[in-house]
């Protein structure tokens, strides 16, 4: 796919979050940001020759135009200005975790990831975490009811295993998109450069972060609320050698159930096939969200 293409897909996507964002938010269909959304879809639905430079950077100009219209629309809200604010997000009560739906199909990820791997690993991994996770958040209920703490070291050991196994799995599947690969943009891009020096060298340590895990783990891209900058974590499992108060960005699997009927123990193989599949515009919006001036450090 040409570069062209992906960015208008990547519009294509925005566009799909935003709508996605204000039906969350109950906006009123008669609302200006609606009719702002819909003159841009058509305008990109109609964009099937290569534009020039300038041309691109008026579509740009459009996109961040509404985006910051959404901004002051939704901070007028906040402040009463227009309504309450509606927080659709559920709280998940103790035991209340679900198997997350992927926003593609199994197959979606050939050749670089075999749909066999994928249904494997979302269906009976993934769903593994999941049920660890509430039996721990319900035994731990239950240990507070009957105020009996005899097994809190196995239960706090089950949650943090199974929670960590169910949050990293829940980022990696966003991570991956059938349309990824290529290079971050826009902050995300200078945030790297600034701290790793280049993107390549960002993806060489990456890369080797992942490929020597010893056993199984992760390796994490996280931003630091503290430091005011990125790092490259390992993880051993999903939580030992984290570094707390971290905020993961990017994330790669590298248990063996990630990569073994295909890649076998060729475990750099499928790291290096991994960077076509990454969803950078995921990790962007992550990373704006992340560091927001507004995140508390402490
Ligand atoms: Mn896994």
């Known amino acids: 796919m040409t570069r062209f293409r992906q960015y208008v897909n990547e519009l294509f996507h925005w566009n799909e979050q935003m709508k996605q964002f204000l039906n969350s938010q109950e906006v009123e269909e008669n609302s200006e940001l609606w ?62 975790h679900t198997l997350p739906e992927l926003s593609y199909s199994y197959h979606a990820l050939e050749p ?67 349309n990824g690969g290529g290079d971050p943009q826009g902050i995300l891009k200078q945030a790297i450069e600034d701290y790793f020096g280049s993107i390549s060298t960002f993806k060489k340590q990456f890369s080797e972060a992942a490929k020597q895990v010893e056993g199984v783990g992760w ?19 999903h939580m030992l050698l984290t570094q707390w108060n971290t905020v993961p960005l990017l994330v790669i699997d590298v248990w063996e159930h990630a990569y073994y009927l295909q890649y076998k123990n060729d475990r750099s193989s499928y790291v290096d096939n991994w960077w076509n599949i990454v969803n950078w515009h995921d990790v962007e919006m992550r990373f704006e969200k992340a560091a927001d001036k507004n995140w508390p450090a402490i």
């Open 112 to 178: 670089y990831i075999s749909e066999q791997i994928m249904r494997l690993h979302h269906d009976k991994h993934h769903r593994s975490y999941v049920n660890g996770l509430n039996k721990a958040e319900l035994n731990l209920k239950k240990a507070r009811e009957n105020n009996d703490f005899s097994l809190i070291k196995h239960w706090s050991r089950e949650l943090a295993f199974h929670g960590s196994g169910h949050y990293l799995h829940t980022i990696f599947w966003r991570n991956m998109s059938p």
């Open 219 to 237: 390796a994490i891209l996280v931003w630091s609320p503290i430091a005011k900058h990125l790092e490259i974590l390992q993880t051993e499992r």
């Open 35 to 96: 009719n702002q959304l819909d003159v841009f879809t058509e305008l990109i639905e109609n964009t099937n020759r290569e534009l020039s430079h300038e041309e691109l950077l008026q579509l740009q100009a459009k996109a961040e135009n509404i985006h910051e219209q959404m901004e002051s629309y939704f901070k007028r809200k906040q402040e009463g200005v227009v309504g309450t604010i509606f927080v659709l997000e559920k709280e998940v009560p103790a035991g209340g």
